[in-house]
């Protein structure tokens, strides 16, 4: 995918491309790299994906938290690296591990601290 300059770009390309996965039983990762985003869609998917992000001045972004869009259910963690999300039915949020797998959601926002630095 490249570089990502800023923040809107990388939701851009983020939501774009879980949106062309179907609902259903399935996993997108995210892996996120002192601003470079890398999206990978599994068999399945989910509907969409928000991110915001931004490098934290090392090879690795934050995870601060995990909105479910439909219910509004905030999950808040702290996690490095990458995001893994298991998207069955029904679409309720139960909870993230210290890993960041998240089971039982359909419609979720990844948010990312935003530390500074070249995309600041």
């Known amino acids: 995918m490249g570089h990502i300059s800023d923040t809107e770009e990388l939701m851009r390309v983020l939501c774009g491309a879980a949106d062309t996965a179907a609902y259903g039983v399935g996993r997108v990762s995210l892996n996120i790299r002192s601003g470079e985003g890398f999206v990978r869609l599994y ?61 039982f959601c359909r419609e979720i926002e990844v948010i990312y601290r935003y530390t500074g630095g070249e995309n600041q």
């Open 43 to 103: 068999k399945g998917g989910i509907a969409r994906v928000k991110a915001v992000i931004s490098a934290s001045g090392g090879s690795r972004g934050e995870v601060i938290a995990m909105t479910d869009e439909i219910t509004g259910k905030l999950t808040a963690f702290s996690g490095e690296g990458v995001i893994k999300i298991s998207a069955p039915f029904p679409a309720v949020l139960e909870k993230a591990d210290k890993n960041g797998d998240v089971r």
